[in-house]
């Protein structure tokens, strides 16, 4: 388990060097959190198997609720609407949640290609939220 987690560690220097962020710190219960923007708060947390990378969507959707989380279930469905990562929700019920499993055995560049393609889920999710928080509903459809 020590390896893992050396494995661990050095995966995410090796991310934060490539995007020229400060050095990793891990805080409580070994989470990780990376600030790769003002927009986006990237956070890893290693298990005895993998490690999940997870960044939050946005918040919880007020309008038409039902609607979205069917979409939001299509999309998670075989992962094909989320490149294989899962949208959950977070313990409060207040934030979506974009979250990704990745094994130990992953080497760094494509990590890397992983993290790009994550993040662009993350923003593709935010648009689609945005959309449907702005979208009028009329008893015509």
Known sequence: MAQLHTK???LLKQLASAL???PPLLEKDQICK???S????LLFKPFSDD????CVIGAYPTKNR???LILVMRANFLGQGTGGSIIGVD???KFLTLSSPISYEIEFKPFRELIEDFLNFVEYWREELD????MMITPFG
């Open 38 to 41: 003002e927009n986006y708060e």
């Open 66 to 68: 039902e609607d979205f």
């Open 8 to 10: 661990f560690e050095e």
């Open 131 to 134: 959309k449907h928080e702005t």
């Open 51 to 54: 490690f999940v990378a997870s």
């Open 34 to 36: 990376f600030l790769i």
């Open 91 to 93: 313990k409060e019920e």
């Open 20 to 22: 020229e962020l400060s």
